[in-house]
T-cell receptor
Framework: GAVVSQHPSRVICKSGTSVKIECRSL??????MFWYRQFPKKSLMLMAT?????????EQGVEKDKFLINHASLTLSTLTVTSAHPEDSSFYIC???????????FGPGTRLLVL | QKEVEQNSGPLSVPEGAIASLNCTYS??????FFWYRQYSGKSPELIMS????GDKEDGRFTAQLNKASQYVSLLIRDSQPSDSATYLC???????????FGTGTKLQVIP
């Protein structure tokens, strides 16, 4: 149980384009999902907290207009990187927290390369 | 600022030995603690959660929590080369607050 999927697992795009990443909880409902970014050999950095049916809460320094988050259902959250630039290239990881629990379960991550 | 601190390592132990990973936290209100394992290039996977003072055992893993000292540890018995990874400690406050992650300790188990 507690499986989280992400799609796509890897994406290469041109600078200036937008990329959407999906995060799904497959066998549980998640009122809250989290989006992280991780650069090579660096620690996880929380970008935003996504709550079903409401606006996401962004961490300091994360541009909400650049990283659009939608959490339209209890099993799906999406992160859209708008007008991507090479510096946005990173490993994006989502996690989901089953309703009523404190434990987070991570998706497999999406590796984004912006050329 | 709520912080979770870990020694970045690397911590090297011989195969079959006990690996001891340590973590301290600054927020006395933290209630729940988690250990995740992250292999290079992969996302973190949950190893254990612990909520009460004392020890919690699961197979070769034992988590220890001391709220008075604000200290969490993870012991890995009979360490295997496949245990080589970065171990992330995380803590959260009450009321389903967001989890704060440490920067991770890299463990190397030498065959």
């Amino acid at each position: 149980g507690a499986v989280v999927s992400q799609h796509p697992s890897r994406v290469i795009c041109k600078s200036g384009t937008s990329v959407k990443i999906e995060c799904r909880s497959l066998d549980f409902q998640a009122t809250t999902m989290f989006w992280y970014r991780q650069f090579p050999k660096k620690s996880l950095m929380l970008m935003a907290t996504s709550n079903e049916g409401s606006k996401a809460t962004y961490e300091q320094g994360v541009e909400k207009d650049k990283f659009l988050i939608n959490h339209a259902s209890l099993t799906l959250s999406t992160l859209t990187v708008t007008s991507a630039h090479p510096e946005d290239s990173s490993f994006y990881i989502c996690s989901a927290r089953p309703s009523g629990q404190e434990t987070q379960y991570f998706g497999p991550g999406t590796r984004l390369l912006v050329l | 600022q709520k912080e979770v601190e870990q020694n970045s390592g690397p911590l090297s132990v011989p195969e079959g030995a006990i690996a001891s990973l340590n973590c301290t936290y600054s927020d006395r209100g933290s209630q729940s603690f988690f250990w995740y394992r992250q292999y290079s290039g992969k996302s973190p996977e949950l190893i254990m959660s612990i909520y009460s003072n004392g020890d919690k055992e699961d197979g070769r893993f034992t988590a220890q929590l001391n709220k008075a000292s604000q200290y969490v540890s993870l012991l890995i018995r009979d360490s295997q080369p496949s245990d080589s990874a970065t171990y992330l400690c995380a803590g959260s406050g009450s009321g389903y607050q967001k989890v704060t992650f440490g920067t991770g300790t890299k463990l190397q188990v030498i065959p």
